[in-house]
């Protein structure tokens, strides 16, 4: 059976990094039969309407302790400072694969904590931090195409170029594509390189 992946939305707002993740997230399960919900997203808040329009996205308000009461010991929490690693028999024994909904930060603040305490059992993938759309896509591999975490192709930390002088370093790991590029969602480099445009523009 294809797996369950379910983002729990822990940030008041859903930025535009937030959104191009959880969109590529939502094509890429939808892609390969799996479900994608992103629950306890408040009913205030606006989805932007490309995100609400991606296929694949189920939009949730309840939380993932509301939606799967009955089958807690089914979740497993993708846990960057659980004990052991995600491994492809762990797809048997677990239905459903939980992430935080958290932007990246460096140094990393441990806010999977929020979801370490409702006490669903933990997996980590490997000890570096990964983006959430790659945690997802790296969790895919191990337990639905049965990839050894250890085998799949990473990339660490790769440089993007802003323009002819300036540089800026992803802090966190992603998967390789065949062109040796990491993956990341559609439109990101370009949300990146206008970000850090902005910034330069604010110190001039
Ligand atoms: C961008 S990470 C956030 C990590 C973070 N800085 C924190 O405060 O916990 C978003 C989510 O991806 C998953 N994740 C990322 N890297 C991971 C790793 N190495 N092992 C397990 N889960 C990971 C976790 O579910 C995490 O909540």
Not at 7 to 25: F, R
Not at 57 to 67: A, G, N, T, Y
Not at 129 to 158: F, G, N
Request: overall charge negative; proline content about 8%; glycine content about 6%.
């Amino acid at each position: 059976m294809a797996p369950t992946f379910v983002v729990e939305h822990l940030d008041p707002e859903l930025g535009p990094w937030s959104t191009l993740e959880y969109a590529c997230i939502a094509r890429e399960s939808h892609a390969r039969g799996a479900r994608f919900l992103l629950s306890s997203v408040p009913a205030e808040l606006k989805m932007p309407a490309d995100l609400a329009a991606t296929q694949g996205l189920e939009v949730e308000q309840r939380s993932v302790e509301e939606i799967f009461a009955d089958r807690k010991d089914k979740v497993c929490l993708l846990d960057p400072s659980a004990k052991t690693e995600l491994n492809p028999q762990d797809g048997e024994t677990f239905d459903v694969f939980l992430f935080g909904g958290i932007l990246g930060d460096d140094p990393p603040r441990d806010r999977t904590s929020e979801l370490r305490k409702k006490g669903y059992v933990g997996r980590r993938l490997g000890p570096k931090q990964m983006t959430t759309d790659t945690a997802v896509r790296v969790t895919r591999m191990v337990v639905h195409e049965k990839v050894p975490l250890e085998e799949i192709p990473y990339l660490d930390y790769p440089e993007l170029l802003i323009n002819d002088h300036e540089r800026t370093e992803m802090p966190f790991r992603y998967v390789k594509d065949a062109d040796g590029k990491p993956i990341m969602p559609d439109g990101m480099v370009d949300l990146i390189k206008n970000d850090a445009d902005k910034s330069l523009d604010d110190l001039m």
